[in-house]
C-alpha cells in the first residue's frame, strides 16, 4: 500500500514532508510503518525548508487527503491536518522518542484520513496497566490480574 517518491503527489495519500540533513539520516520507517499497519498509502518527498511545523503544514495541504507529516532539521516529527492553522499541529514529537510513538505517529495520520480514534501517545497510560500500583509481576494478586484484563480490554476497544 505504500507510495514513494516513484509515485504522482496527486494520488491520495498521506505525505511526508523531510529536511534533508547531511550531519544526521533522517529515518522515518517507524512512522511509515505506521501508517502501513493501517492501510494508507503515503508519499514520501525532501524540501528545502527547515522546520518540522512549516513541513507538516506543506505537507498536509499538498495532500488530496489532508494529512501531513513534517520532520524538520532538529529531529522534530509534526502530525498536521490541513484544516489547522500553521501554527497548530495535531502532534509533536521528536526523532529521539521512542519507536513505538513514531509508529503511534504514522498510525494517528491514517486514522486522522480514516475518521476513527487515535492510538495513545502517552507511554503513562502504558505503564499504569502494566505496572499497577507499582507491583512488580511475582507480586500480582488475581485481582491484579483482573484489573489489568480490563484496562487492556477497554483500551483495545478505544483504538
Known amino acids: ?43 514520501l518527498v525532501e524540501k528545502e525548508e527547515e522546520s518540522a511545523i512549516e513541513l507538516g503544514f506543506i505537507a498536509a495541504n499538498s495532500s488530496p487527503l489532508g494529512v501531513g507529516i513534517g520532520i524538520g532539521r532538529n529531529g522534530d516529527m509534526i502530525l498536521h491536518y490541513s484544516k489547522l492553522e500553521p501554527k497548530i499541529p495535531l502532534y509533536k514529537i521528536n526523532q529521539n522518542n521512542e519507536t513505538w510513538k513514531q509508529r503511534a505517529l504514522g498510525a494517528n495520520a491514517a486514522r486522522l484520513v480514516k475518521g476513527i480514534p487515535f492510538k495513545s501517545m502517552d507511554k503513562s497510560e502504558l505503564k499504569n496497566v502494566v505496572s499497577h500500583e507499582g507491583l512488580k509481576d511475582d507480586e500480582l494478586t488475581d485481582k491484579d490480574i483482573a484489573f489489568i484484563v480490563k484496562e487492556v480490554i477497554k483500551r483495545m476497544k478505544l483504538s
Open 1 to 43: 500500500m505504500s507510495h514513494d517518491n516513484n509515485e504522482p503527489a496527486h494520488l491520495p495519500s498521506i505525505h511526508i514532508c523531510y529536511c534533508g540533513n547531511e550531519e544526521k539520516a533522517v529515518d522515518v520507517s517507524q512512522v511509515l510503518f505506521g501508517i502501513e499497519e493501517e492501510g494508507l498509502p503515503y508519499f
